[in-house]
């Protein structure tokens, strides 16, 4: 009876580790909005500057993008431990399935690109699956989404890239360098170029999807509420004050822009850090 | 005559991210025949319609590549460059001066 006391208790907390760095981003997103600007303009502007922190060279400033990317950072510790604390060897629980289900997926999946050696890969590229993600779709919640900040997504991949490279150093140091002047020494400065665009392209791809799709919502929505101004202000009262044409169509957009970009977008990273480091690794023999 | 130096440069940054969406053609043509391909493809084999399918939106998204690169220019000349031209144009001015 005890026992079971404290692990409602557990339960209880967890799910509040899930819920409230995502309330606490939202809270501090209020908190720190500046004044409505009386002019009527569409702005659209980068992550928001919450504070600056002093240091030695430059300052250094923390913004939304990295608040919100913490938050979702300690959501998804929060949905691991919620699903996984409690375990048995015969699942008698939904949320033990549901986690063998996500850890069978993700196994899937790298066995099938990868290949049987990998299989240490699986944790990485699941992390990277959650975090992009929940990163694109977390812009449902209101806040700013880190995945339309280049700074985030280029962290990403450049962890890529080391990952990438350390890999083909596996094979020697002279390998390596070798590998650059194939098939002959001309092509040098190709190869190069080829292998510094690894990184750049993946985080481009990526942040450019997303923040394209913030772009056009909010321009879209912006000429949907000067449409329903224009046409419809002649209601008498607050009735001419409501943007009656912004219902529906964002809601569509949205769809296509936040959930299915952003959730494509987090598949083709996974695929793309799985494809690169499988190919990087030189063959035994 | 700084207000027209400002000018020409907002008027030539809006053409230039018009000039940079160009690169939207090379995207549009690829994905186009992919599709057609997958299209193909289904109506040979109609019961490889998921494999296909799940190969194609990938393909798609690597193709979007290069397109997206001419948006990412195109926002930055509409968003950031003037600014940042503007600036620049400031301080020469004011360089120009103390030379003087």
């Not at chain 1, 321009?219 to 046409?231: D, P, T, V």
């Not at chain 2, 399918?53 to 690597?62: F, K, P, Q, R, V």
């Not at chain 2, 997206?68 to 926002?75: E, S």
Request: charged fraction near 10%; aromatic fraction near 8%.
């Amino acid at each position: 009876m005890e026992n079971k006391k404290n692990s409602r208790l557990l339960d209880a907390l967890l799910l509040l580790l899930i819920i409230l760095p995502l309330v606490l981003a939202m809270a501090l997103k209020i908190c720190t909005a500046p004044e409505e600007p009386l002019e009527d303009g569409v702005i659209i502007s980068g992550a928001q500057v919450y504070f600056t922190i002093a240091m030695p060279l430059q300052e250094w400033p923390i913004t939304a993008a990295q608040v919100n990317s913490w938050a979702i950072i300690l959501s998804i510790l929060g949905v691991c431990l919620y699903l996984t604390h409690g375990i048995r060897v015969i699942p008698d629980s939904k949320r033990q399935l549901a986690a063998e289900w996500i850890v069978d997926t993700v196994n899937k999946l790298v066995k099938s690109n990868m290949g049987e050696k990998f299989m240490g890969f699986a944790p990485f590229v699941a992390g990277i699956l959650a975090l992009s993600a929940l990163s694109s779709l977390s812009s449902l919640l209101g806040l700013f989404a880190p995945t339309s900040d280049l700074n985030i997504v280029l962290g990403w991949a450049i962890l890529v890239f080391i990952l990438i490279t350390h890999y083909k150093l596996k094979g020697g140091l002279w390998n390596y360098i070798k590998g650059f002047f194939s098939p002959i020494p001309v092509f040098a400065p190709l190869n190069i170029i080829g292998e510094v665009a690894t990184p750049i392209s993946m985080s481009f791809r990526h942040y450019g999807n997303v923040m394209s799709g913030m772009v056009i919502s909010t321009l879209i929505a912006y000429a949907l509420r000067s449409l329903s101004n224009m046409l419809l202000g002649w209601l008498p009262g607050i009735l001419g004050q409501i943007p009656f044409l912004q219902v529906g169509l964002p809601a569509v957009l949205s769809l296509y822009f936040d959930i299915f970009s952003g959730c494509m977008q987090a598949f083709i990273f996974a695929m793309l850090t799985m494809m690169f480091v499988a190919t990087a690794v030189p063959e035994e023999g | 005559m700084l207000e027209i130096a400002i000018g020409i440069i907002l008027g030539c940054c809006a053409i230039g991210a018009g000039i940079a969406l160009i690169a939207g053609i090379g995207p549009g043509i690829g994905e186009g025949q992919a599709v057609a391909k997958a299209c193909e493809a289904v109506g040979r084999q109609p019961e490889s319609r998921s494999a296909v399918t799940s190969t194609l939106i990938l393909g798609c998204a690597l193709a979007e590549t290069t397109g997206l690169y001419g948006l990412i220019i195109g926002i930055l000349l509409i968003f950031v460059a003037p600014g940042s031209f503007v600036g620049i144009l400031k301080s020469a001015i004011e360089w120009s001066k103390t030379i003087l």
